[in-house]
């Protein structure tokens, strides 16, 4: 790398490490977070769809680790996603958006001594109420993520325009490509809206580089579209990260990693990566990313998206 992968370098979407979740016990949590410090990387603390006294439990648990600069923050991915569109979520923690869980799950940040520790949360904009929970995460401060959608063009635009308008900053594409409909040239689905919205500054785009989620030449292609400054690279790892192959968990479902690629044991979904930050770095460059690129999109464009978007 063009400077050396250290703290520098911020993680947004990263879910444990060394068989340890986030949010799981606070011992394991920091033990997740000092194996990917230790290799180069902050991160954010993401959690997977489940019920909302557990949701409240674990952001009661990683508050302490947002407080004391543990991590940088916390994501929530889920509970309000696609059901077609879920990935390695589980299927019965799916619910409705609702704007209740919002305020109860920001309070329980509040009560664990870090207020404004949700930075962002993943959600799918086309589903039922979802316009009402948008609104309430920009009134809590929450950076709305969209992703694990089916939306069509049309709602994923709106929704994309709506949150950099109310916010004044860009939304935030949850692994974009990944658990949504594919780019095509008759139906550009959220994809397309989601590239145009990164080219003209409404959007930030997650992309994981792990060789395994996005082909090669479609990270290029990104690259090239929108540049680094509209692009974060994320891990997506799992706390299957250090372990090897074998059978692992994330949430309530069994994961398969063969060859260091993780799948949901039931199904064969994609189930996160295996890879740290720092890897994904190596494999851009690797990839043909310029190096200069790859840092921008894994440091300085992360860092701006930590920030409360008011």
Same mark, same amino acid.
């Given at each position: 790398?063009?400077?050396?992968?250290?703290?520098?370098?911020?993680?947004?979407?990263?879910?444990?490490?060394?068989?340890?979740?986030?949010?799981?016990?606070?011992?394991?949590?920091?033990?997740?977070?000092?194996?990917?410090?230790?290799?180069?990387?902050?991160?954010?603390?993401?959690?997977?769809? =489940?019920?909302?006294?557990?949701?409240? @439990?674990?952001?009661?648990? $990683? !508050?302490?680790?947002? +407080? %004391? #600069?543990?991590?940088? *923050?916390?994501?929530?991915?889920?509970?309000?996603?696609?059901?077609?569109?879920?990935?390695?979520?589980?299927?019965? =923690?799916?619910?409705?958006?609702?704007? @209740?869980?919002?305020?109860? $799950? !920001?309070?329980?940040? +509040? %009560? #664990?001594?870090?207020? *404004?520790?949700?930075?962002?949360?993943?959600?799918?904009?086309?589903?039922?109420?979802?316009?009402?929970?948008?609104? =309430?995460?920009?009134?809590?401060?929450? @950076?709305?993520?969209?992703?694990?959608?089916?939306?069509?063009?049309?709602?994923?635009?709106?929704?994309?325009?709506?949150?950099?308008?109310?916010?004044?900053?860009?939304?935030?594409?949850?692994?974009?490509?990944? =658990?949504?409909?594919?780019?095509?040239? @008759?139906?550009?689905?959220?994809?397309?809206?989601?590239?145009?919205?990164?080219?003209?500054?409404?959007?930030?785009?997650?992309?994981?580089?792990?060789?395994?989620?996005?082909?090669?030449?479609?990270?290029?292609?990104?690259?090239?579209?929108?540049?680094?400054?509209?692009?974060?690279?994320?891990?997506?790892?799992?706390?299957?990260?250090?372990?090897?192959?074998?059978?692992?968990?994330?949430?309530?479902?069994?994961?398969?990693?063969?060859?260091?690629?993780?799948?949901?044991?039931?199904?064969?979904?994609?189930?996160?990566?295996?890879?740290?930050?720092?890897?994904?770095?190596?494999?851009?460059?690797?990839?043909?990313?310029?190096?200069?690129?790859?840092?921008?999109?894994?440091?300085?464009?992360?860092?701006?998206?930590?920030?409360?978007?008011?």
């Amino acid at each position: 790398m063009s400077e050396p992968a250290g703290p520098a370098c911020l993680d947004l979407h990263c879910h444990g490490a060394l068989g340890f979740e986030f949010g799981g016990d606070e011992a394991g949590s920091r033990k997740a977070a000092a194996y990917h410090r230790e290799r180069g990387a902050r991160v954010v603390a993401s959690l997977v769809s =489940a019920p909302p006294p557990a949701l409240e @439990r674990q952001v009661r648990t $990683l !508050a302490p680790l947002v +407080a %004391d #600069g543990t991590v940088a *923050g916390i994501h929530l991915e889920g509970p309000c996603l696609a059901p077609a569109r879920r990935g390695a979520h589980d299927a019965a =923690a799916l619910i409705a958006p609702d704007p @209740r869980l919002a305020d109860r $799950l !920001a309070g329980a940040a +509040a %009560d #664990g001594g870090a207020p *404004g520790a949700i930075v962002h949360w993943t959600h799918a904009p086309e589903l039922p109420g979802a316009d009402a929970f948008a609104e =309430a995460l920009v009134r809590l401060g929450i @950076r709305p993520a969209l992703g694990h959608t089916a939306a069509d063009g049309a709602t994923m635009a709106r929704a994309i325009t709506t949150g950099a308008e109310a916010t004044g900053a860009p939304v935030l594409i949850t692994h974009l490509f990944n =658990a949504m409909p594919p780019l095509h040239h @008759r139906t550009g689905g959220p994809v397309a809206a989601a590239l145009s919205a990164a080219a003209r500054g409404d959007a930030v785009l997650e992309l994981i580089a792990d060789g395994v989620h996005v082909a090669p030449e479609v990270i290029r292609m990104v690259f090239d579209l929108v540049g680094p400054a509209a692009i974060a690279l994320v891990s997506d790892a799992t706390p299957a990260t250090g372990l090897g192959d074998g059978r692992h968990r994330l949430g309530e479902l069994d994961v398969d990693v063969h060859d260091g690629i993780a799948r949901v044991s039931d199904g064969g979904a994609i189930a996160g990566s295996t890879a740290t930050l720092p890897d994904c770095m190596t494999r851009a460059v690797a990839m043909g990313i310029d190096r200069d690129a790859v840092w921008h999109s894994a440091s300085r464009t992360p860092a701006t998206l930590t920030v409360t978007p008011m």
